[in-house]
């Protein structure tokens, strides 16, 4: 069985950052993609960040040159870094994990965790 769990969500002013994390855990054998996703009120879900296994990155426009993503393959851990908030990036963040297991190879995806740009 996999775990994939997230925290750091919260409220935060324009401008500011926040650091999400996503740990996964459980009977895996190897973690290939991680990444994140966002939905946003009355907006269909957005793929923000990806990460391989190697280390390469790719972002969707509107965040580049203000989120950074990033992971620790010996914690199992995916990290988004978000800086310059802005109240459009306001949404449930979702991290997946493209894992491994005995059982076979699937996305795994964590709960959500709430990232709100307010004054």
């Known amino acids: 069985q996999v775990q994939v769990v997230e925290s750091g969500g919260g409220l935060v002013q324009p401008g500011g950052s926040l650091r999400l994390s996503c740990a996964a855990s459980?009977?895996?054998?190897?973690?290939?993609?991680m990444g994140w996703y966002r939905q946003g009120p009355g907006n269909q879900r957005e793929l923000v960040a990806t990460?391989?296994?190697?280390?390469?990155?790719n972002y969707v426009d509107s965040v580049k040159g203000r989120f950074t993503i990033s992971r620790d393959n010996a914690k199992n851990t995916v990290y988004l870094r978000m800086n310059s908030l802005k109240f459009e990036d306001t949404a449930v963040y979702y991290c997946?994990?493209?894992?491994?297991?005995?059982?076979?190879?699937?996305?795994?995806w964590g709960q959500g965790t709430q990232v709100t740009v307010s004054s």
């Open positions: 459980g009977s895996i054998v190897s973690i290939n993609g």
């Open positions: 997946y994990a493209h894992i491994e297991t005995r059982l076979g190879v699937r996305n795994y």
């Open positions: 990460i391989s296994s190697g280390g390469i990155t």
